[in-house]
């Protein structure tokens, strides 16, 4: 081959090169366009899509795991005043949205209605023991006259059924109902449960703004709630947090809405874990969003009791009688996060954010939730009182951790490998390409330009030794 053969060669190699990285870095924003517009095409909820087959589905075994406390001295807080000495047991374990949801109705205006049925089955293996197993625990239809009752006439009821403060009831009576020997009607702390719906829920599709997928337009046919006075705290903000909107930022919050407690809440970005192979956003409950109204004048509208609350000074506490009906007070388990004199009022109490935080794993890229748990305590309150006699040596207001649970789900192992084959592996591939293309095409070039420089030096050598 002739010097300027070489020369030619060379040159194209490296014009070659040079294409063939230019390629590379060409494809990553075509690249980065086509999963974008798959990704938001996969995400919108319709029929046929990804998105719609995951959310309808009920594959996913979603599970409710409840810890319940056991008072060792219900005679000396009667009698002396003392505080109740509490031991948890748990977790009893029950499966929950077992059933899919209904009455799915699409809308004119990028919205989709349904309703969502509840439903429990006791998962005996996966629990410490069996629904026969009785608890001491505060009687409920006597705190609840305590405070929804004038205490006086509260008292004739208490005495006529010869109510105590304290009952002895089974795991299954306490979670899901009783007959109530005062009340003459049936009590339980999710009764009723089975076969009741929440809903109707009505939410964004993402047809038009994929922002907007699944986010919440309106429940109970209402676009705000009506408990607590105030249109911030009446806002229903965010998803329901099974799903968010696909390529999240971590810098931005999360938001979701819970029936359960009767408001909004948001999550924040904390880490990223690494789940069965799929790297997830991990985000977290702050502490700011029980924090009484002194640190997060936000909280302001949901202090409703100002002699429970100590003029709005107490954390981790959201009482929940205008949603519920009934007294009952809403905290993370343990009281986590909430003011000293809740955890010192009871003994047996240790708040642990690894055991007792609320988080939700992410995955960025669909925005849909791989793994969620979801814990709350119910907590109800009695209090010294002149008029109710069994309440006379109570020197105290007490509230009472009824017991805790943990909404829980995590992807399985088959969803998990169709996931990471369907689009990880893909994502996966797709870089390495693009990688490849440049890494080869930098090779080229950088081999051909040196062989070039090679080629022009020898033959400016050869013209200076025969001259």
């Known amino acids: 081959m002739t010097c300027c053969d070489q020369r030619c060669a060379l040159i194209t190699g490296a014009v070659l090169g040079a294409l063939i990285a230019v390629l590379g870095g060409i494809l990553f ?30 594959d996913v075994a979603i599970y409710r795991q409840f810890w319940l406390f056991n008072v060792q001295n219900p005679d000396e807080v009667v009698s002396q005043g003392a505080k109740p000495v509490l031991v948890q047991k748990g977790p009893y374990t029950y499966r929950t949205r077992f059933i899919p949801k209904r009455n799915i109705t699409f809308n004119d205006n990028f919205t989709v209605s349904f309703v969502l049925p509840y439903g429990a089955i006791f998962e005996p293996d996966m629990s410490v023991g069996t629904e026969d197993d009785i608890f001491t625990s505060l009687n409920l239809a006597v705190a609840g006259v305590y405070g929804l009752l004038d205490h006086k006439l509260a008292n004739l009821f208490i005495q006529s059924s010869n109510s105590k403060l304290f009952q002895n009831r089974t795991v299954k009576e306490l979670l899901w109902g009783y007959k109530d020997p005062m009340l ?48 911030y705290c009446n806002m229903i903000n965010g998803t329901d947090g099974s799903s968010f909107h696909p390529f999240l930022d971590k810098k931005e919050h999360l938001y979701f809405f819970s029936s359960d407690i009767c408001r909004s809440i948001s999550a924040v970005y904390e880490s990223t874990v690494d789940l069965k192979g799929i790297d997830v956003y991990r985000y977290m409950l702050p502490a700011e969003t029980l924090a009484s109204p002194l640190v997060n004048p936000d909280n302001q509208c949901y202090c409703t009791d100002p002699v429970i609350t100590k003029n709005c000074s107490t954390a981790g506490l959201l009482d929940l009688t205008a949603c519920r009906g009934t007294p009952v007070y809403l905290s993370l388990p343990h009281f986590l996060y909430g003011s000293d004199d809740l955890i010192q009022s009871v003994i047996g109490l240790n708040p642990n954010p690894d055991e007792h935080s609320i988080f939700l794993d992410v995955e960025p890229i669909t925005g849909f ?72 095409g930098s090779i080229i070039f950088v081999s051909c330009m040196i ?17």
Not at 44 to 52: I, K, M, R, S
Not at 214 to 220: F, L
Not at 397 to 415: H, K, M, Q, S
Not at 451 to 467: D, E, F, H, Q, W
Request: glycine share 6%; aromatic share 10%; hydrophobic share 40%.
């Open 29 to 58: 924003p075509v690249g980065d366009m086509v999963i974008e517009n798959t990704v938001n095409k996969e995400t919108v909820l319709e029929n046929g899509t990804l998105a719609y087959d995951t959310w309808t589905s009920v």
């Open 184 to 231: 003459n009607t049936l009590l339980g702390v999710f009764y009723p449960y089975n076969d009741t719906t929440d809903g109707p829920y009505t939410v964004f599709t993402g047809k038009d703004d994929i922002k907007k997928v699944a986010t919440i337009e309106r429940w109970m046919g209402e676009t705000s709630l009506s408990y607590w006075n105030d249109s």
């Open 369 to 440: 939730t791989m793994r969620f748990a979801k814990r709350l305590q119910l907590n109800m309150m009695y209090g010294p009182s002149n008029d109710i006699v069994i309440l006379n040596n109570i020197t105290n207001y007490t509230v009472f951790p009824i017991l805790w649970v943990n909404e829980t789900a995590v992807l399985d192992d088959e969803t998990a490998d169709m996931f990471k084959k369907e689009l990880i592996s893909r994502l996966d591939l797709l870089e390495g390409f693009q990688i490849g293309l440049i890494v080869v």
């Open 451 to 467: 062989g070039l420089i090679v080629v022009m030096c020898t033959k400016k050598n050869k013209r200076s030794l025969i001259a």
